[in-house]
């Protein structure tokens, strides 16, 4: 069983930044790679990134790539998500969930655990 919780999400201006941190408890595989998820009023929730369980890959969104870094500190059972130059199309409930892919975009029907998400609002 796995519990994770998001945090770091508010407001903030276009051209902002902000840092959301997902924490995990209970039983965690350092194989396990982790990718942060977005949903949109009205939308589907979609992919923004993903990194190995190492923290030696990466793969993003186009959306969101040069603007956006995912990383992860297996010591702390923590994984990030830097946002920078924040734009209002971000503005999403963003989650983080589990999964073992890391190479390619990820499918939500891939990830096994979900946390509760945390509310971003880029404001114009």
């Known amino acids: 069983q796995v519990q994770l919780v998001e945090s770091g999400g508010g407001l903030v201006q276009a051209g902002g930044s902000l840092r959301l941190s997902c924490a995990a408890s209970?039983?965690?595989?350092?194989?396990?790679?982790m990718a942060w998820f977005r949903q949109a009023l009205g939308k589907e929730r979609e992919f923004v990134a993903v990194?190995?369980?190492?923290?030696?890959?990466?793969y993003y969104a186009d959306s969101v790539k040069g603007r956006f870094t995912i990383s992860r500190d297996n010591a702390k059972n923590t994984v990030y998500l830097q946002m920078e130059s924040l734009k209002p199309e971000d503005t999403a409930v963003y989650y983080c969930a589990l999964t073992v892919v890391y190479w390619r975009i990820v499918r939500a029907s891939e990830c096994a655990y979900w946390g509760q998400g945390t509310q971003v609002t880029v404001s114009s």
């Open positions: 990194i190995s369980g190492s923290g030696d890959n990466t």
């Open positions: 209970g039983r965690t595989f350092s194989s396990a790679a």
